[in-house]
């Protein structure tokens, strides 16, 4: 399936719409493709290619929700789809806490569509591969990564009249480099919209540089250590600070559940809770990490302030949540923009008179919600600073660090970098928790 | 999204309260998933269809499954249903082998002509696929069966339960809860019916239909005094069975020391809710703990994810080899230790063995999802690494004639990869029950239920914490404790092993999403133990003022 327009994509919800017999409809249709290589062992090991469309309806009486979905867009499939959610709502369950469907709303723009990543094609995907394969071959190493991009559209419509579309492209580059002694490793990572941006040899020779460097890592004493996190170590698919994010709902925070809930009830909204020079804000709309402006109930994403100064400025409000406390609910953000200075990383070393560099943190679990305290691992290029310069590789390390505590002991900002959809800058921080060695390579 | 982002974002309103649907699928009523699938001949014909379009296209061998994944999720909390949802998948994915490579293609239209195409287009890609290979596969032999078939042995279907049964069921679960103390409290029901049909042109069809459920609750109380709040989630694991599950038959029970039941055969969802919320405001009360060494004796509903961790994961034959190396990782677990057949992976009463037959667990079925039956083995005997989890593509690298039969996709739509049987620790052979072995211990920690895990991605170094901790002084509990973690060295860890319950505390805990691969794909896994001792284990406290 292609992209559908804005048009197209509105013209099939309209027709979805006008086959209900609900009290409301709502309507979403999504759709694009995504192709992707897998290499492992210096050989492509999968390949994938999926294109795909799907139509969600969902039908409302009273407070009994129903929801049907279809793969196929001629009138009859779609029209089975709408009887069918209306069937399944008048069995579903009341749900007490459903709101009704929004009213029509006004969204921002993002342009987060590039041609070029719409048409990447599988040889592109194979010279990726083959970039991190010869680079780690040529040194007697290792490489496995895996490249996936794709082009999407989605859309939505309810009876109420509202209607909202995006579209965009997206490319995700991960390199994992082993050193063929087994005592070296090293990792990139990159997400762009615009694979123009992407550097398949620079971003290949990252990994293996940081490979090459790792070899032979030296046993440090586990403790308190002035830490330098690049963004891979605090943003990932697990990182410490998607988590202090995700930990922003209001609701917990107001049941008093959460790190973010005020001793005595409600939360803490407009407490200094981290150190005066963290400010985190989202917006769609950023061109560095543009995204969807609307999330899939139809609530608008704006820009929004999270922590300014230090302060906690604002929680995630679901619009039952919301409606309970009579504010304006807030969209969960599609990615965190972390301000920093013009500091390089080199920059950061270089005013480190000890510490460790730390390249990634892996496998974050949680261990107590109250402080937010994580635990997890350094992993794929971990070294000792001193005296402003890098002097060797150290082994892995544990960690049991709270991103509150983190960011009250922070030291220096460097330049905001995109990772995993946000800007974040490298950062250094005092007295970071290592509480054990790892012998992993 | 995995599960766990999936129910944090939920936490936060994200979203709806229903599952993102896998790819392809949709949701359906309750009627519908009980229509019945295609017969057997009738898929036999379809199958048939793959296996002579890839063979005529040059294909060295062919399978093709034939996949009905059935799902249900239900939500609540407190006393509001948030959400229930059915949702059908169905479809076919066909796999071949071309010039030595592999090549799939999957597709949902069932008919002749999708399964035409598809196979061509499986063909196509083993044939690029085989300009960039290196070595070409080496299929381990499996005998053909002919016309066969395997059902998980249920006794009430859960799908045939009506929902509204179902979730008055969760809604109980709740009350008892708020009723015994807790300020909230959420419980979901997850179900899952595999409806798979097998055929390769070893001359097998195989049709499977396979039952899992897991029940899960968390219980929360605030101390409004304090400002502080604990939790505790269910202590009772997913399993291979049918709705039989939550029958809360008393031979499903397990008196534990302190008044803690822990669940075997068949849960009492209710009653562990009503006691969750009494252990929840013990432990905002209890002693946070001395950092330290503790011998800790630990029950299987929280051991069973230090075996999956630290015993599981790092023997897993693709990760040793390095075809994980860039997402979960390799393994220290490496062939020359292997080879050596002295490696001391744990203390000479570690008996760790893989098994994909045993009855109730998540990863029982007939046949793996490259047709091979499945059986039972060894990976650590006597305390020595002997074996890994191997499949058809792979087992001639360990030397093996015969695949392991631990293959399996979590969709049609998925390529079937090696993937974690169950992995179980052997009880011991001698009688120990669970208050004798607390008797021997000076000072130490009974830990269960399971919490937080972490470890490193060759999985030497790892940190677990649990729902409940009971300080062991000369042989007694003496009181709860919290602010809990032990963390050790797998190899390290294992060798510290003194002392294992025998069979009659044998218990089985399971994962029901763990995740692997890129594109990542899910599986179920059980992993069964008694209650053992390990001796000397590091634990630190993780208080912290914020």
Redesign the interface.
């Known amino acids: 399936m292609s992209v559908l327009s804005k048009e197209d994509a509105k013209k099939i919800l309209d027709k979805v719409l006008s086959f209900s017999k609900a009290e409301e409809c709502e309507a979403s249709l999504s759709g694009g493709a995504s192709g992707?290589i897998?290499y492992?062992?210096n050989?492509?090991?999968?390949?994938?290619f999926?294109e795909?469309v799907s139509l969600s309806v969902?039908a409302k009486f009273g407070k009994r929700?129903g929801?049907?979905?279809?793969?196929e867009l001629d009138d009859a499939s779609i029209e089975r789809c709408v009887r069918?959610a209306e069937?399944?709502a008048r069995?579903?369950?009341?749900?007490?806490?459903a709101m009704p469907f929004l009213e029509p709303q006004t969204y921002l723009e993002s342009q987060a569509y590039f041609e070029p990543t719409a048409t990447i094609t599988p040889d592109y995907r194979?010279s990726v591969a083959q970039e991190g394969i010869s680079q780690a071959e040529k040194l007697g190493m290792?490489a496995?990564?895996?490249f996936?991009d794709g082009a999407r559209f989605s859309a939505m419509a309810n009876s109420k009249g509202l209607f909202a579309y995006h579209k965009s492209t997206g490319m995700e580059f991960?390199?994992?480099v082993?050193t063929n002694d087994g005592t070296g490793s090293g990792y990139a990572v990159k997400d762009y919209n615009d694979v123009r941006k992407f550097r398949p040899k620079e971003d290949s020779e990252i990994a293996v540089r940081k490979a090459e460097l790792s070899r032979n890592p030296r046993a440090i004493e586990p403790g308190k250590y002035t830490v330098i996190l690049e963004p891979a170590a605090l943003v990932s698919d697990e990182g410490l600070l998607n988590n202090f994010i995700?930990a922003?709902?209001a609701?917990?925070a107001d049941?008093?559940?959460s790190?973010f809930?005020?001793?005595?009830?409600g939360n803490k909204i407009g407490e200094k809770i981290l150190d005066e020079r963290v400010n985190i804000y989202s917006d769609p709309t950023h061109p560095e990490i543009p995204a969807q402006t609307w999330?899939?109930?139809g609530l608008p994403r704006e820009k929004t302030w999270w922590i300014k100064n230090g302060v906690l400025q604002n929680l995630?409000?679901?619009?039952?949540?919301a409606s309970q406390k009579g504010v304006k609910p807030i969209?969960?953000p599609s990615g965190i923009i972390f301000e920093g200075s013009n500091a390089s990383l080199e920059d950061l070393i270089r005013d480190t008179r000890k510490g460790i560099l730390v390249t990634r943190l892996?496998?974050?679990?949680?261990?107590?919600?109250?402080?937010?305290?994580y635990?997890?691992?350094t992993?794929d290029g971990t070294f000792y600073i001193e005296n402003g310069k890098i002097q060797y590789a150290i082994k892995?390390m544990?960690f049991?660090e709270?991103p509150?505590?983190m960011l009250n002991n922070l030291d220096a900002l460097g330049k905001p970098e995109r990772l995993n959809g946000n800007l974040v800058p490298p950062m250094r921080i005092r007295d970071f928790t290592f509480?054990?060695?790892?012998?992993?390579? | 999204m995995n599960r766990r982002d999936f129910l944090r974002l939920a936490a936060l309103g994200a979203g709806a309260v229903i599952l993102p649907l896998p790819a392809f699928a949709r949701e359906i009523s309750e009627a519908e998933a009980l229509a019945p699938n295609l017969s057997f001949a009738e898929k036999k014909r379809l199958a048939d269809v793959a296996l002579n379009v890839a063979k005529s296209n040059g294909a060295s061998y062919c399978d093709a499954r034939i996949g009905r994944y059935l799902r249900q999720a239900i939500f609540t909390r407190e006393n509001k249903v948030l959400g229930a949802q059915s949702s059908e998948s169905f479809g076919v994915g066909i796999r071949v082998i071309v010039n030595g490579a592999w090549g799939f293609a999957a597709t949902n239209r069932v008919t002749p002509d999708g399964i035409k195409k598809a196979a061509e287009t499986a063909v196509a890609i083993a044939k690029i696929n085989a300009k960039f290979q290196k070595e070409p596969v080496q299929l381990a032999p499996t005998k053909a069966l002919g016309d066969v078939r395997w059902q998980t042995p249920i006794e009430k279907n859960a799908f045939e339960v009506p929902i509204k049964e179902k979730t008055d069921f969760l809604l109980a679960v709740n009350d008892a809860a708020l009723k015994n103390g807790a300020n909230f409290v959420s419980s979901s029901l997850f179900l899952v019916n595999e409806q798979k049909f097998f055929a390769s042109t070893d001359g097998s069809y195989i049709d499977q239909d396979i039952h899992r459920i897991w029940p899960t609750f968390n219980v929360t109380v605030v101390d409004k005094t304090t400002g502080k709040f604990q939790s505790r989630s269910e202590l009772a694991a997913p399993m291979g069975m049918g709705y039989e599950y939550l029958s809360a038959r008393p031979e499903g029970k397990y008196q534990l020391p302190e008044g803690i039941i822990g669940y075997g055969k068949y849960y009492d969802m209710i009653e562990d809710a009503a006691l969750a919320a009494k252990h929840v405001q013990q432990k905002l009360k209890a002693k946070s703990v001395e950092p330290g060494k503790y011998d800790l004796v630990l029950d299987p509903a929280h051991l069973w994810l230090t075996i999956h961790e630290s015993v599981g994961h790092p023997l897993e034959l693709d990760r040793v080899l390095g075809y994980e190396a860039n997402y979960a990782g390799t393994s220290f677990a490496t062939l020359d230790k292997w080879r050596s057949k002295s490696f001391n992976y744990g203390s000479p009463i570690v008996n760790l063995f893989a098994d994909k037959t045993q009855p109730t667990s998540l990863g029982a079925v007939g046949y793996d999802d490259e047709g091979v039956p499945t059986k039972r083995w060894d990976l650590i005997k006597d305390g020595i690494l002997v074996n890994y989890q191997a499949i058809r593509d792979q087992v001639h690298i360990i030397g093996e004639k015969e695949s392991h039969g631990c293959c399996y996709a979590d969709s049609w739509s998925s390529i079937q990869f090696q993937r974690m049987p169950n992995v179980s620790l052997a009880p011991g052979k001698a009688k120990l029950s669970v208050a004798e072995m607390i008797a021997g211990v000076d000072k130490g920690i009974y830990i269960v239920g399971d919490s937080s895990y972490s470890i490193d991605q060759q999985r030497y170094n790892f940190q677990f914490t649990g729902q409940l901790f009971y300080e062991i002084k000369n042989g007694k509990i003496v009181g709860m404790l919290k602010d809990v973690a032990y963390q050790s060295n797998t190899q390290e860890f294992w060798n510290s092993c003194v002392a294992i319950c025998d069979e009659s505390d044998y218990r089985l805990g399971g994962s029901f999403f763990d995740g692997k691969g890129q594109p990542g794909q899910v599986s179920a896994v059980s992993h069964g133990s008694s209650t053992t001792r390990f001796n000397n284990v590091n634990v630190i406290n993780t208080a912290r003022n914020v």
């Open positions: 992707n897998r492992a062992r050989t492509v090991t999968t390949s994938g999926v795909d969902s929700v929801s049907a979905s279809a793969n069918r069937e399944l069995l579903a369950p009341e749900n007490p806490e194979a290792t496995a990564g895996f996936e991960t390199l994992t082993r995700f922003m709902g609701r917990a049941e008093g559940r790190f809930s005020k001793k005595g009830g999330q899939s109930d995630v409000y679901d619009r039952y949540w969209a969960f892996w496998y974050i679990r949680s261990v107590d919600p109250q402080t937010l305290l635990t997890g691992l992993r892995n544990r049991n709270s509150v505590i509480t054990s060695l790892s012998d992993a390579v």
